[in-house]
């Protein structure tokens, strides 16, 4: 059960796009498509924003999209915003009925 | 309004035990999986456990297993997460977490998050 690796941050201008890897194992995210990814603010419990690999909830923007690829996963969010820098954490079933989540990134909006 | 509020955090001695407990309200608690998820401060999310919709199944992450024990009592909208043998890694602010999907399985999409309690394991 060892963490998912993440870049610590990632940042982009206003409007820009920025992309978020999350690299796993062919026991975790290259097995599965139980992959999701949370959005965290500052002192606040994470959001679901993506689910199995690029499923959007309802509420969440379109701006916000999910892909894999082998053994990495990946979080693209478009027309960047103020309101997106935050902490963004992947998750994937491991196996055995546990789960594990990525290391987190940190996304700044310069 | 779909809410879930955990109580029972605060300063524990290592070795000690403490319980849990996530108050749920706004949804029917027995179609759904839950899970703990806890966040060392300054640090990331770490599953925990997850526990199945009519409490038949729990599961546990390798660091936890043994000492700590997930339940439920669907009729009192509760979840509790009962830690014994405290560590002082275990210092973390504690979530309950929601399933997305109703059913038999966990997929962990956690979908609805208390605001956690915070637990700190300290001589």
């Known amino acids: 059960q060892s963490a998912l690796t993440q870049p610590p941050s990632a940042s982009g201008s206003p409007g820009q796009s920025v992309t978020i890897s999350c690299t796993g194992t062919?026991?975790?995210?290259?097995?599965?498509?139980?992959v999701s990814w949370y959005q965290q603010h500052p002192g606040k419990a994470p959001k679901l924003m993506i689910y199995?690999?690029?499923q959007r909830p309802s509420g969440v923007p379109d701006r916000f999209s999910g892909s894999k690829s082998g053994n990495t996963a990946s979080l693209t969010v478009s027309g960047l915003q103020a309101e997106d820098e935050a902490d963004y954490y992947c998750?994937?079933?491991?196996?055995?009925?546990?789960?594990?989540f990525g290391t987190g990134t940190k996304v700044a909006v310069l | 309004q779909l809410q879930l509020v955990e109580f029972g955090g605060g300063v524990v001695q290592p070795g000690r035990s403490l319980r849990l407990s996530c108050a749920a309200s706004?949804?029917?608690?027995?179609?759904?999986?839950m899970h703990w998820v806890r966040q060392a401060p300054g640090k990331g999310l770490e599953w925990v456990a997850v526990?199945?919709?009519?409490?038949?199944?729990?599961y546990y992450a390798d660091s936890v297993k043994g000492r700590f024990t997930i339940s439920r009592d669907n009729s009192m909208y509760t979840l509790y997460l009962q830690m014994n043998s405290l560590k002082t890694e275990d210092t973390a602010v504690y979530y309950c977490?929601?399933?997305?999907?109703?059913?038999?399985?966990?997929?962990?999409?956690?979908?609805?998050w208390g605001q956690g309690t915070l637990v700190t394991v300290s001589s």
């Open positions: 977490a929601k399933e997305y999907f109703p059913g038999v399985g966990a997929n962990g999409y956690f979908d609805y």
């Open positions: 706004g949804f029917t608690l027995s179609t759904y999986g």
């Open positions: 526990i199945s919709r009519d409490g038949s199944e729990r």
């Open positions: 062919s026991s975790d995210v290259g097995r599965y498509n139980f």
């Open positions: 199995e690999v690029n």
């Open positions: 998750s994937s079933y491991a196996g055995s009925n546990s789960f594990v």
